[in-house]
């Protein structure tokens, strides 16, 4: 059986938060095929308001030796 997780999402607390700016939780989601993260925070004197900001997903640029040769190349090139 086929696992579906369109229009779907989750969220975990931040175990990472050291300020009142970092969220309080963090999560990941899909609406209507488009996957998004997010980032929750419990409004203070508000216990039941969550303001959310949501992004397109981190994608970590990963850069192959070749690439990596090639651009110290072209910086060994400078003349100065």
Same mark, same amino acid.
Do not use: C, S, V
């Given at each position: 059986? &086929?696992?579906? /997780? &369109?229009?779907? *999402?989750i969220a975990f607390k931040n175990k990472?938060?050291?300020t009142d700016r970092h969220p309080d939780f963090k999560g990941? *989601?899909?609406f209507k095929g488009v996957d998004f993260e997010? #980032? #929750?925070w419990k409004k203070n004197g508000e216990e039941d308001q969550i303001n959310f900001t949501f992004s397109e997903? /981190? !994608?970590? &640029? &990963? !850069?192959? !030796?070749k690439e990596f040769s090639e651009e110290k190349e072209e910086k060994d090139d400078l003349p100065f």
């Open positions: 059986m &086929e696992n579906n /997780y &369109e229009n779907k *999402g990472w938060k050291k990941k *989601g899909n997010f #980032a #929750a997903p /981190y !994608i970590k &640029e &990963e !850069i192959t !030796i």
